[in-house]
């Protein structure tokens, strides 16, 4: 600077650098930048001008922006998650509502989905179907009324109904063109009201009567019909069929029919085309109940139930197999228990009033499981005064224990009770008569079986029919007698040889029968007479006193005669006599050789 002077510069310098250092503590104004904590008066809440906004203002305003809001929702970030992160939130809100109905009048469109709605007004449904996935629907009125449109007819109502699905259908149709309910599956009635009545058909108050019918799908055809009237069932059916029980309570069933096979039941099971048909008198046998079986093609008559006309009588029965061959007639009762004393059996009565068993010549045939063994017995029984059967068939023949078991064989022995007998294949599995140490009525008197004629014939048995006779015993073989000598004790030899040969006569004569006849094939009989021989040889000789009692013509037959006595008696006179030949053969050598 001219003219200035150093000090004047100087001062000035100094000035200048105060000033600049003043200016340095400054900010400008066009972009300021502040430093420390500026401050500046707080504009009122709500300013909306170019005023500084300080933190308090700041604070302010974004205080009353989140107002009351949740700590959740207090950020744009929050707020913005909460609205899905959408830029486009408006817009879609306003698509999605614009899927909405109102309230007012709403249409919907679709498949609609309602939970929990309460209609407090009329809901109607326009549509060709309505679905309701509810496992239970229920209506408090008590009346439900289909197809009612503006103009309902028959014709508008045919083939409304109701379906239940299932594997198939089942539904319940009304077909205009039958007149009536069509159910294309049976109705099963369980549960009866208080009157007892499961279906009702009513006729009108004068009795005419109340008609179920059963037609062709056309009903053009009739098949069956039940006709009520004043208390009467009839049916019209050519043939009536039941899967189940069909029970009748009342005191009879009348079946009425024409043709050649009236009045006819079938007894089959459904799933099989083959069963038992049973008919009434048919049109040319009118005493004649027939019994059929059907194969699914023929029907093969199996037996028939007469009036036995060769009879004459009421109450006969005959059972006839017209079948070739095969087994049958076969009658089958059955008694479904195996306990011990079970039985199964027929009865035969009698008598002039109702017959029981303790009326003489009523009889039964008892099939019964003794329970020994488990051996079944049938027992052929006429009413004696007592309750022993006449005779018995034991079954199987299952004796008591393994071991019995092991050494007899009673399978179908036949035992007679008076007679005390029975042939089986008991004496170790050969067959024979075998006779009882007691017989069914406790006689103990079975020491002898005996063989004789008696003068009885079959067709007058029990009578008597001419006299007592003897008959002879005729075996295709030898016969034999046990003498094992282990079947024997007390043995000593015969005391009896030639000497009661010499006293004993032999004889020859007729045989008698009781009324004094000689007998057919009992002549010029060889033997002994008992009382003879009896002098001679006692033990030979069986004599029954009880029986020692001659009729009146001097008949008897007491006393009885083995001749196996005699026969060792025999074999010991014999040894004697060849004692003396040798002894005189002795004699004679000695005199020839002197």
């Known amino acids: 600077m001219d003219g200035a002077s150093q000090t004047e510069i100087g001062y000035l310098s100094g000035v ?201 799908n056309a009903m053009s055809a009739q098949w069956a019909s039940i006709t009520a009237t004043n208390g009467v069932i009839n049916l019209n059916a050519s043939s009536v069929t039941t899967s189940t029980d069909f029970t009748v309570y009342g005191n009879s069933v009348q079946l009425e029919g024409t043709g050649n096979y009236p009045n006819a039941i079938n007894f089959n099971d459904p799933t099989n085309t083959s069963f038992w048909h049973l008919t009434g008198p048919r049109k040319l046998e009118s005493d004649r109940l027939s019994l059929f079986w059907y194969n699914g093609s023929t029907y093969t008559a199996a037996a028939h139930f007469y009036k036995d006309p060769s009879m004459d009588v009421f109450g006969s029965l005959r059972i006839e197999n017209t079948v070739a061959g095969g087994n049958g007639p076969m009658l089958r009762l059955e008694n479904k228990s195996d306990a011990a004393g079970t039985r199964a059996g027929i009865f035969f009565g009698v008598d002039s009033g109702s017959a029981s068993w303790g009326d003489f010549g009523n009889g039964e045939i008892i099939v019964e499981n003794s329970g020994s063994g488990n051996t079944g017995i049938m027992k052929f029984r006429v009413y004696d005064g007592g309750t022993s059967e006449a005779m018995k068939i034991c079954g199987n023949g299952l004796y008591y224990t393994a071991a019995e078991n092991a050494n007899y064989n009673l399978r179908n022995g036949v035992a007679f009770a008076n007679a005390g007998i029975a042939i089986d294949k008991g004496w170790n599995g050969y067959p024979g008569i075998m006779v009882f140490n007691t017989n069914g009525y406790g006689d103990t008197r079975q020491g002898e079986f005996r063989f004789h004629g008696w003068n009885r014939s079959y067709s007058s048995y029990p009578a008597t029919s001419g006299g007592d006779f003897g008959v002879n015993i005729l075996i295709d073989g030898s016969a034999y007698s046990i003498s094992d000598r282990r079947h024997k004790t007390n043995i000593v030899d015969n005391p009896y040889g030639l000497e009661a040969i010499l006293a004993l006569q032999p004889r020859k004569f007729d045989r008698l029968s009781s009324d004094g006849v000689i007998q057919p094939h009992q002549t010029d009989v060889l033997g002994f007479i008992a009382q003879e021989v009896m002098e001679v040889i006692p033990e030979a000789v069986l004599y029954h006193e009880d029986e020692d009692t001659p009729n009146e013509i001097g008949w008897c037959r007491a006393y009885s005669l083995d001749d196996s006595y005699i026969v060792s008696t025999l074999v010991n006179a014999i040894k004697e006599q060849n004692s003396i030949i040798e002894l005189l053969k002795q004699r004679i050598e000695a005199l020839e050789n002197a």
């Open 16 to 216: 200048t650098a105060n000033v600049q250092g003043q200016l340095d503590l400054k900010s400008p104004k066009d972009s300021p930048l502040f430093i420390g904590t500026p401050l500046a008066p707080t504009a009122t809440a709500g300013s909306n001008t170019t005023q500084i906004a300080t933190t308090a203002f700041v604070q302010t305003e974004i205080s009353n922006l989140v107002d009351a809001a949740p700590a959740t929702l207090n950020t744009l970030n929050e707020l913005a998650a909460a609205l899905g992160d959408d830029a486009n939130y408006a817009t879609t809100v306003t698509n999605a509502l614009a899927l909405k109905a109102p309230l007012a009048s709403p249409t919907f469109t679709g498949t609609s989905t309602l939970n929990n709605v309460i209609v407090s007004g009329t809901l109607t449904v326009n549509g060709s179907s309505a679905t309701l996935n509810a496992a239970t629907l229920s209506v408090d009125d008590i009346n439900i009324t289909i197809g009612d449109i503006a103009s309902p007819t028959d014709a508008t109502a045919s083939g409304g109904g109701i379906t239940l699905k299932g594997a198939t259908d089942k539904t319940i149709t009304w077909v205009g063109s039958h007149g009536g309910w069509e159910f294309n599956h049976p109705g099963v009635f369980t549960t009866l009201p208080a009157q007892g009545r499961a279906i009702a058909i009513r006729g009108d108050a004068s009795g005419s009567a109340g008609i179920l019918q059963f037609t062709n």
